[in-house]
C-alpha cells in the first residue's frame, strides 16, 4: 500500500474518523439530554399528580403547601443534577468513541482506537512512516464503518415519543380541566389561598386561614360550619384528640345555611374535619388554653399621714379592712399576659382607680392597681386575654372601709345627784380617748339658756392618744341660781387635717336648788332607805323563823333532798340581804357625797352617815351576813346540835345589828323633825314680824295721809 502524503493524510483522517467521532459525541449528547428530560417529565408529572391529589383531597393549608412545594422543587432539582447536568458535564474523548467503535465493529480490529491514540501523541510533523502506514489503514476503513450504530436509536425514539405524549397529555389535561389546573397553580405554586372547584363548600366558623381556632379550656365545643353552593344531604363530624379519642357527629342542618355539631367540654387539644356532599375539608385544630385568671395577690394599705402608721402588707386575702384615705395598692400575678385589666364593682361599673398590667414579653404577667380613696363594697378583676377571652368565676375582693370613728368622750360627776346648788363644787372628770391622737379637748357649761362657757382641759398635750382631766366646776362662778339648770358636756376632737372628728357626751342636766329644797330631797331620799331597810329587817326575821322551822323538822339527822334544797334556798335568800345592804349603804354614801359637793353637810351629818350607818351596813352586809349564810350551809350533810345553835345564834347577829342601824336611822329622823319644827317655827315668826311691819306702816298711812287718797289706790285692801 502506498502512503500519501502528510497534509493529505491529516486531513483524511479529520474527514474519516476525527469529524465521525465528533457528530458522534453531538448526539450522544442529545440522546442523554433526551434521556434526561423524559425522566425529568415524568417526575414532574407524577410528583404534580401527587400534589394535586393530596391539595384537592385535603386542601392543604398555606404552610403545608409551601413544604410540599420546597421537596418537589428539592426532587426535581435532584434529577436535573443526576439525569442531565451530571451525564450532559461528562467528557467523551475521541479515543473512548473510537474504542466503542471498535467493539462495535470488530472486523476494525482496533484501528481506529489505535490511529486515534497516535494522532493525538504524535504531531504530524514527527510521525514516522509505519504510523502514517497506520494512520490510512484506519481512514480507509473507517470509510465503510457507521459511527453511529453504537447509539441506541430505537430507545431514543421511544424516549422523544414518550416525552411528547407526556406532553400532550399534560396539554390535553390541562385544557380540558382548566378549573382544576388553576386552583392548583395558584394554590400550590403563587401560594395563593384560592378554593378548589366544588359544589358545596364548607368553613367552620371562627377559625383562621391555618384553620386553628383557641378556645378556653372547659368550655363546651360547638362547631358550626357556613354552607357554601349545593346543600349536602348529610355531614358528619370526624374529631379526634392526641390522648387517642375518636369520634363521629351527625351534624344537624341549620336553616340550610349552617351545619352544627356539639363535642362536649374541651380539655386538651382537638382535631376534625367534615365531610358531606363532595366536600372534604381540611383538619381543623382547636387548641385547649387556659382563661385569664389571678393566681396570687398581693395587697399594700397605706395609712393617712396623721395616723403615723406603717404601711400593712397582705397576701392572699380578699377582705380588705381599709381605714378611710387610705392608699390601697394591689399586685396580682396572672397566669398569663392579658390586652385589657379592670377593676370592677358588683354593677360592672370600673372602680375609680389606677390599673396597669404588664407588657406581653415580661417574664411575669403582673396587674397592678392604685387607688388612692378606696371605696367600700364588691370588685372583682376582669381581665382579657390576646385570644378574646375573659376571666370566668373571678375571685371577689370586699373593701370595708372604715371611717375615722371620732373620739370617744366620757364624763363622770362622782358623788353629785340630780340637784345642786349655788354654792356646789362639782368633781368633774373628763376622759377623751383616740385610736390616731387628740388636737383638743374641753369642758362645755351652759347656765340656763346663755351661752356654753367653755373649760381648758388642764394638762392636755396635743397628739396624746388618751387624755384625763380633772375639773372642779364652780356653780357661783357661772352664776347659777335657784330655779336654773345647768347643762355640763365633755367634747374632744382628732388630729385628722380639713375637718377634724369631734367627739361629744350627751349634756348632764344639773337642776339648781336652795339649799333648803336640797336638803328637803335628801330627808326625802333617807325616809326611803329607811323604809327599805325595814322591809329588808321583816325578811331577815322571816328568813330567821322558816330555818327555825326546818330545824324542827330536820331534827338531829341527814336533811333529806327535799330539805336540802329548802335550806340552799333560805342560804341564797340570805345572800341576796347581803346585796341589799350594800346598795343601801352606797346610796347614803351617794348622800354624803351631795351634802358635802353642795356644801350643806354639816359635821353632825359626816359622823352618823358614815360612822353610823355606812360602815355598820357594809360590816353587816360583808361579814356578819356571810357568816350566818357559811353557818346554814354547813347544815347540808348533817344537823347537830351545835350547828343548829350556831345557825341560830348567827341570825339573832344578824337582826341585832339590822335593828341597831334603824335604830340610828329614827334618831336622825326625830332629831330632822325638830330641826325642820324649829325651822318652821323660825320661818313663821319672820312672817309674823314681816306682816305687823306691813300693818303698822299700813295704819300710819292711814292716819297720816291724805284725806281723799289717789284713784288708783282704791279698792286696796285695808
Not at 458535564?89 to 482506537?113: C, F, I, K, Q, Y
Not at 390599673?355 to 376582669?382: E, H, M
Not at 370613728?405 to 353629785?416: E, F, I, N, Q
Amino acid at each position: 500500500m502506498s502512503v500519501a502524503p502528510v497534509e493529505e493524510l491529516a486531513g483524511e483522517l479529520r474527514e474519516s474518523v476525527l469529524a465521525p467521532l465528533a457528530r458522534l459525541r453531538r448526539r450522544a449528547r442529545v440522546y442523554l439530554a433526551l434521556a434526561g428530560a423524559q425522566q425529568l417529565a415524568v417526575a414532574v408529572a407524577a410528583a404534580s399528580l401527587v400534589q394535586f391529589l393530596l391539595d384537592w383531597s385535603l386542601k392543604l393549608p398555606l404552610s403545608q403547601r409551601i413544604v410540599l412545594s420546597g421537596v418537589l422543587l428539592l426532587y426535581w432539582a435532584v434529577i436535573v443534577w443526576r439525569k442531565l447536568i451530571v451525564p450532559l458535564s461528562r467528557p467523551m474523548p475521541d479515543h473512548l468513541l473510537a474504542g466503542l467503535v471498535d467493539r462495535a465493529n470488530p472486523e476494525l480490529h482496533d484501528r481506529l482506537s489505535s490511529a486515534v491514540e497516535l494522532a493525538e501523541q504524535m504531531p504530524s510533523g514527527r510521525r514516522p512512516e509505519l504510523i502514517n502506514t497506520v494512520l490510512a489503514e484506519a481512514c480507509d476503513a473507517s470509510a465503510h464503518v457507521d459511527f453511529s450504530r453504537i447509539l441506541n436509536h430505537r430507545r431514543a425514539a421511544r424516549q422523544a415519543a414518550g416525552l411528547l405524549g407526556l406532553i400532550l397529555v399534560i396539554a390535553l389535561a390541562v385544557g380540558e380541566f382548566p378549573s382544576l389546573a388553576g386552583p392548583w397553580l395558584a394554590r400550590n405554586w403563587l401560594m395563593q389561598n384560592e378554593a378548589w372547584p366544588q359544589h358545596t363548600h364548607l368553613w367552620p366558623e371562627g377559625f383562621d386561614a391555618d384553620g386553628r381556632r383557641r378556645m378556653a379550656r372547659g368550655d363546651v365545643i360547638e362547631i358550626s360550619a357556613a354552607i357554601t353552593g349545593r346543600v349536602p344531604d348529610s355531614a358528619v363530624l370526624h374529631w379526634w384528640t392526641p390522648s387517642g379519642r375518636r369520634r363521629r357527629e351527625e351534624m344537624s342542618l341549620v336553616a340550610d345555611t349552617r351545619l352544627t355539631a356539639s363535642v362536649g367540654q374541651l380539655t386538651e387539644q382537638l382535631q376534625f374535619r367534615i365531610t358531606g356532599g363532595d366536600e372534604r375539608t381540611r383538619v381543623f385544630t382547636i387548641e385547649a388554653v387556659e382563661r385569664p385568671r389571678v393566681m396570687h395577690t398581693r395587697a399594700r394599705i397605706t395609712p393617712p399621714e396623721y395616723t403615723r402608721l406603717e404601711p400593712l402588707e397582705i397576701e392572699q386575702q380578699t377582705v380588705l379592712e381599709i381605714l378611710a384615705g387610705s392608699l390601697l395598692e394591689i399586685e396580682a400575678l396572672l397566669n398569663k399576659p392579658v390586652q385589657q385589666a379592670r377593676f370592677v364593682a358588683a354593677d360592672e361599673s370600673d372602680a375609680p382607680c389606677e390599673v396597669s398590667w404588664g407588657d406581653p414579653a415580661d417574664a411575669q404577667a403582673v396587674v397592678r392597681l392604685r387607688w388612692a380613696a378606696p371605696q367600700a363594697g364588691i370588685y372583682r378583676f376582669a381581665l382579657l386575654d390576646f385570644d378574646n377571652l375573659t376571666s370566668r368565676n373571678p375571685v371577689s375582693y370586699t373593701l370595708k372601709v372604715a371611717p375615722d370613728a371620732p373620739p370617744t368622750v366620757k364624763l363622770d360627776l362622782s358623788g353629785v345627784g340630780e340637784m345642786v346648788t349655788p354654792q356646789a363644787e362639782l368633781p368633774v372628770r373628763l376622759t377623751c380617748e383616740d385610736t390616731y391622737g387628740l388636737s383638743a379637748a374641753r369642758l362645755l357649761v351652759q347656765t340656763a339658756e346663755g351661752p356654753e362657757r367653755t373649760l381648758s382641759a388642764p394638762g392636755f398635750e396635743p397628739a396624746a392618744r388618751k387624755y384625763t382631766g380633772e375639773f372642779v366646776l364652780m356653780m357661783a362662778a357661772g352664776g347659777a341660781t335657784a330655779g336654773q339648770t345647768v347643762r355640763i358636756r365633755g367634747e374632744a376632737r382628732d388630729i385628722r387635717p380639713g375637718e377634724p372628728n369631734a367627739g361629744t357626751t350627751p349634756a348632764t342636766s344639773l337642776r339648781v336648788v336652795s339649799p333648803e329644797d336640797l336638803l328637803i330631797e335628801v330627808a326625802r331620799r333617807e325616809l326611803g332607805l329607811r323604809q327599805e331597810f325595814e322591809r329588808l329587817i321583816s325578811a331577815q326575821a322571816a328568813l330567821a323563823d322558816g330555818l327555825e322551822r326546818w330545824l324542827a323538822a330536820v331534827g338531829d339527822g341527814t336533811p333529806d333532798s327535799m330539805q336540802a334544797q329548802r335550806l340552799a334556798g333560805l342560804a341564797r335568800t340570805q345572800t341576796l340581804h347581803a346585796t341589799r345592804c350594800l346598795a343601801i349603804a352606797r346610796a347614803f354614801e351617794q348622800i354624803l357625797a351631795e351634802m358635802r359637793i353642795n356644801r350643806v353637810a354639816r359635821p353632825g351629818d359626816e359622823q352618823r352617815i358614815s360612822e353610823r350607818l355606812v360602815s355598820p351596813l357594809g360590816r353587816l352586809a360583808r361579814e356578819t351576813i356571810p357568816a350566818s349564810a357559811d353557818a346554814m350551809a354547813a347544815l347540808r350533810e348533817q344537823v347537830r346540835p351545835q350547828l343548829g345553835l350556831d345557825a341560830k345564834t348567827a341570825q339573832a347577829n344578824v337582826l341585832a345589828e339590822m335593828r341597831e342601824i334603824l335604830k340610828s336611822m329614827k334618831e336622825w329622823e326625830g332629831y330632822r323633825e325638830a330641826v325642820a319644827l324649829l325651822e318652821s317655827t323660825i320661818a313663821a315668826q319672820a312672817e309674823v314680824r314681816s306682816a305687823t311691819l306691813e300693818a303698822v306702816a299700813q295704819q300710819l298711812d292711814d292716819i297720816l295721809g291724805p284725806d281723799d287718797p289717789p284713784a288708783e289706790s282704791q279698792g286696796a285692801a285695808p
